[in-house]
């Protein structure tokens, strides 16, 4: 295998190259790399990729016995399709989840207060514990009899 890998090198040759970072380059502050890993999580799976490639509506409606017509947020019986509402209140659900794991784990410094600690620590809890059966409550509404 290794040989396999060396047939390219010799014919190619590496060019011998001193590249040097622009002075305006600066390294990101590690809040400014969190900030942008929070927000393409929100948006990936708040499913974007999927609103921009079928274009569904924002909510949709449905009829009651009455004729009236009535806005849904969630697309009933299909697993594979979403409202865009639908999309971003499961995305806010998984990142208010991801954050609370993220405030359990700040609590566990060894220099915060006692009632800070606490505070994280039932912070933490309640995000954790409300996006999960929240997400439960959606996924009800998507399956009813699942």
Known sequence: METLYRVPFLVLECPNLKLKKPPWVHMPSAMTVYALVVVSYFLITGGIIYDVIVEP????????????QRPVAFLAYRVNGQYIMEGLASSFLFTMGGLGFIILDRSNAPNIPKLNRFLLLFIGFVCVLLSFFMARV?????????
């Open 57 to 68: 509506p924002s909510v949709g409606s449905m009829t009651d016995e009455h004729g009236h």
């Open 138 to 146: 959606f996924m009800r509404m998507k399956l009813p009899y699942g």
